[in-house]
């Protein structure tokens, strides 16, 4: 099967090595577009540019990038990066709202959001012929609003209607993968399909256990944001639910940004490269398990028809330029 990058369809097999959450670029969308002024586009493409080409030295081909709307998602921006880089790089489309939807949406019916998210997968994004290739919709520790439910369930329909995954935002705290599993199950997704994001920021096995017995991938994907939970608790939790055969079920990533408009040290992107991966090594976590966590997972989340271990894809983390 064909997935939708940027650059047009490529085969899900060629995927190889990919980072399943991180942004190209994030800036405030009101911001931007009333005071244009204070955001450096041409700055802003030659800093992204330098940072991409260390994450694709580093061995990653593919980049899942769920900036949607409230976040700054400009298609035609991160089309130009890809192509100067090289990367494959899949965009989402989603309503991003962690408490109330913008008031275009609030006041109309669900099916609005609905075909506004199936259009940019069907049709294209902004105007251009980039699709989206997965949805993404986010719940915070304060659970359900009103609008939140609205969201998550027009995103269900999307899916439904489309066939892409899906990837959340989450909280462990107040367990609200499950309460987005409940809501995403009671409108027919089969939870398989769905990546509960920012998994890693906590250390409940249950927890994790609990989400990923009822199908769904876990999104370890906040690695070096220890403003939360730092490196070395994150690291142990992937060890452990390896330990207890969840392999197949994480993806490991950092949430980083080439480029954001808050003031905040950048991360780096190659983290999960030159750091966890070589560790998990260290603590027994096999190369296949590895393999699983950042090549395969993500692409039975894409394509539910591929096996967990596709015996035809040589793709591996140790044909990366550096091997780990
Ligand atoms: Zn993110």
């Not at 009333?34 to 992204?48: G, I």
């Amino acid at each position: 099967m064909a997935v939708d990058t940027v650059l047009g369809p490529v085969d899900v097999q060629a995927l190889g090595v990919t980072l399943s959450h991180e942004h190209v670029r994030v800036k405030g969308e009101p911001e931007s577009v009333q005071f244009p002024h204070l955001f450096d586009d041409e700055l802003a493409r030659s800093t992204v540019i330098e940072r991409l080409e260390v994450v694709a030295a580093a061995g990653v081909r593919t980049i899942c990038d769920p900036t949607v709307l409230g976040r700054g998602r400009d298609v035609r921006f991160v089309r130009s990066v890809a192509e100067a880089t090289g990367l494959n790089i899949l965009v989402a489309t989603g309503i991003y709202t962690l408490d109330v939807l913008p008031r275009f949406f609030a006041g109309r019916p669900d099916a609005v959001m609905v075909d506004a998210m199936v259009r940019d997968v069907e049709v294209g994004i902004q105007g251009t012929d980039i699709k989206a290739a997965f949805l993404k919709v986010a719940t915070e520790a304060g659970g359900l609003t009103p609008d939140v439910e609205r969201a998550l369930r027009a995103t269900a329909r999307a899916h439904l209607a489309t066939g892409v995954p899906i990837m959340t935002h989450s909280s462990p705290t107040n367990r609200i993968g499950l309460l987005q599993q409940d809501v995403l199950a009671s409108e027919g997704v089969d939870l398989s399909r769905v990546i509960i994001g920012h998994c890693g920021d906590t250390q409940d096995v249950d927890y994790l256990r609990s989400v990923a017995d009822r199908g769904s991938f876990l999104g370890m994907d906040r690695f070096t944001l220890e403003s939360i939970l730092a490196n070395e608790p994150r690291l142990d939790t992937v060890v452990r639910m390896a330990e207890a055969g969840y392999a197949d079920r994480m993806m490991l990533s950092q949430d980083a940004s080439c480029d954001i408009d808050v003031i905040t040290p950048i991360r780096p992107m190659t983290y999960v490269l030159d750091e966890v991966l070589p560790e998990l090594e260290r603590r027994g976590v096999s190369q296949q398990e590895r393999d699983l966590m950042m090549i395969h997972n993500v692409k039975r989340w894409l394509d539910p028809s591929v096996a967990a271990v596709n015996p035809g894809d040589t793709t591996h983390l140790s044909d990366s330029p550096r091997a780990v």
